[in-house]
């Protein structure tokens, strides 16, 4: 083999083996376990220290919405099927928050064990259908979402 | 001439590489005192409040860290490349990408290892709670070599332009973006007891895919700024 | 694998890409501008507004298709930077060049719906989600690869430097996109599978629609572009001298 070949054929080798062991120890981190938000269930048993920021994710307990009459403030409770927050926030809702949907909410819990939210998100789900249809969907029972 | 192993090249090339830089000490040391003096401005901006600063620091120590590596990235092959030496090192018949691999060795070892050492002091500056300081330097360990590394690719291509310092930040910082996120939320996950196992993973496999393929790369635009 | 080359020899020459393309752009341009009219017909006089999103969901329709076509592009533009470097293919120098802006105009368009979208369904024009950071950073790559090739003097010195940061580009844009949709993203990841009702044929007809004449439309641009910067390269060379003659009266 000439040498530039020789070269060449170790560039190849050197590249296939690096990107190979890269890929494996991608999948093994994948595997591990990586939180973007906090769930109900993990602020009850890990016991989240007051006055600490953090992400919580969950879905919006139907019928937990209630409203302040004379300000912007609001609290609901969210959950991930097993337990639930209560979630203190004043200021402006999105659009597509309701109950039923998913919300990530951003704050800290209080001394009551509330979760004050400084910022509430919500994101619509991947449907996109005429208003009759979601009705006669919702009738079947296949979206809870509220209109 | 006979021909010299790969490996004695190598050692030969570091061995220039940290004369010079000891030569030139005062040069190396604009992109720490920058990181420094970057990292002070963030308590005067946002207040010195302790809470504020605590939440804050892991992301303001990266992207010192980011803005500092960037600035110590244009002289990387410039010197070489204006003087004739590039040129010298490319008919020499040793291969560019090991070139460039020893370069971007040297690189870390002058301007990345002292960005690791001076982070327990942005910690304490930034007022980082010391559950974060570890993983702190964790990350910074496995990272800065990932910023040298695509960094040189970024040099190797605007090393034949006249100014391309600037362009080279534009070039470089988008792809620096998934090792932000890493590097940052493992350091936030750390500090509030969560698992942070995954993301140093992941840090570590964009190291060794760096590690194989940024020297092809950077040899790659180092000839096409040669012709 | 001889006529493979002979193929590539033939389009690989100026002159008779710019004879060919100079054929194809009107039919291209012809095909992009009917299906766009029947769509954006369809888009507003026969998609019904969406259950949850009301009218807002005809933004969907410019939105999408150009996010889709700004991913498409930069992968295209790694492709051809591949073969332009390896093969020495000038065309496709020329080719990745052209398409950096097209494809910078399609994020740019992406973004902006977006967050005209965004005000009355998130209540802010802009959030650091996931798809819209994704979109900003690709935004910046394409930057990234106009701003190299303009820096250089020597323009076919300027299309390789391009090529070969789109190709280093391409291989983090996957890593990129996946890092930001992991940083952030507002998904309820497993609270909404694949299994829901997905999108209504009557609103999906036009988006296919738009989402194939993008195509058209960037093949038009595309190969209007790579015309004019092969004339100016080769300004001096024969053909182009023999072309301005027969333009001459």
């Known amino acids: ?107 800290a819990l209080n001394n009551s064990g509330h979760f004050e939210a400084s910022e509430v998100l919500a994101k619509h789900d991947e449907n996109y259908m005429p208003p009759e249809v979601a009705d006669a969907l919702k009738k079947a029972g296949h979206v809870e979402a509220e209109t | 001439m006979s021909k010299q192993s790969a490996g004695t090249a190598f050692t030969a090339l570091l061995r220039r590489d940290f004369l010079l830089a000891y030569r030139r000490r005062a040069e190396l040391l604009q992109p720490l005192a920058f990181l420094l ?62 070139i460039a691999l020893s370069r971007i060795v040297s690189h870390w070892l002058v301007a990345g290892l002292p960005i690791v050492l001076l982070s327990p002091l942005l ?62 939320s493992a350091v936030g996950a750390a500090v509030v007891d969560l698992p942070y196992g995954g993301q140093l993973g992941l840090m570590f496999a964009g190291l060794i895919a760096a590690l194989t393929l940024a020297p092809f790369a950077t040899a790659a635009a180092l000839k096409l700024s040669l012709s | 694998m001889n006529r493979l080359f002979l193929f590539f020899h033939k389009t690989g020459s100026p002159p008779w890409f710019y004879n060919f393309s100079g054929k194809l752009i009107p039919w291209l341009w012809a095909i992009f501008l009917a299906m766009t009219a029947v769509a954006m017909y369809l888009v507003f006089f026969n998609v019904p507004p969406d259950y949850q999103q009301g009218e807002t969901i005809r933004i969907m329709y410019i939105h999408v298709p150009s996010a889709w076509m ?68 690709l935004l910046f790559l394409y930057f990234g690869v106009i701003a190299l090739y303009n820096a250089y003097d020597e323009p076919r010195k300027a299309a390789k430097a391009a090529s070969l940061l789109s190709i280093v580009g391409a291989v983090n844009l996957p890593i990129i996109y996946f890092s ?51 004339v100016k390269q080769d300004h001096r060379k024969r053909w182009v001298q023999d072309l301005l003659e027969e333009e001459r009266p």
């Open chain 2, 37 to 98: 003096v970057v990292t002070t401005l963030f308590p005067l901006g946002v207040g010195p409040s302790p809470q504020l600063l605590a939440d804050i620091a892991p992301g303001v120590i990266w992207i010192a860290a980011l803005l500092a590596t960037v600035l110590s990235l244009d002289s990387l092959f410039r010197s070489d490349f204006e003087d004739g030496t590039l040129e010298q090192m490319v008919m020499s018949g040793q291969s560019l990408s090991l």
């Open chain 2, 123 to 184: 910690a304490m500056w930034m007022n980082l709670p010391g559950e974060g300081l570890s993983i702190l330097l964790q990350t910074l360990i496995i990272g800065t070599p990932v910023l040298s590394l695509i960094g040189a690719i970024g040099g190797a291509l605007t090393v034949s332009l006249k100014r391309g310092g600037q362009l080279l930040s534009l070039l470089v910082f988008p792809l620096y973006v998934p090792l932000l996120i890493l590097a940052t």
């Open chain 3, 180 to 230: 930001v949709e992991w940083w952030n993203t507002l998904h309820q990841g497993s609270s909404f599978g694949g299994d829901g009702p997905g999108i209504h044929p009557t609103m999906l007809v036009p988006l296919l629609l738009m989402a194939v004449s993008t195509k058209f439309y960037y093949g038009a641009n595309l190969l209007s572009r790579a015309r004019l910067t092969l």
């Open chain 3, 70 to 137: 700004s991913m498409m592009i930069y992968g295209l533009m790694a492709i051809m930077g591949i073969i332009a470097l390896v093969w020495r293919i000038r065309i496709m120098e020329v080719l990745v060049i052209s398409s950096a802006p097209v494809g910078a105009a399609f994020t740019i368009v992406a973004l902006l719906t977006g967050s005209m979208w965004g005000r009355p369904m998130w209540g802010t024009y802009w959030v650091w989600d996931a798809r819209l950071t994704s979109e900003l950073v």
């Open chain 1, 1 to 107: 083999m000439t040498p530039t070949r020789k070269r060449r054929l170790i560039g190849v080798v050197v590249i296939i083996v690096g990107v190979g062991v890269a890929a494996v120890v991608a999948m093994k981190a994948l595997n591990e376990n990586m939180l973007f938000f906090v769930s109900p269930t993990d602020v009850k048993e890990q016991a989240m220290p007051v006055g600490k920021r953090f992400r919580l994710g969950g879905l919006v307990t139907a019928g937990s919405v209630s409203r302040a009459s004379n300000s912007l403030a609001v609290s609901f409770t969210v959950s991930d099927g097993g337990e639930s927050v209560d979630i203190i926030y004043d200021g402006i809702l999105p659009d597509l928050f309701r109950e039923g949907q998913g919300i990530i909410a951003i704050g």
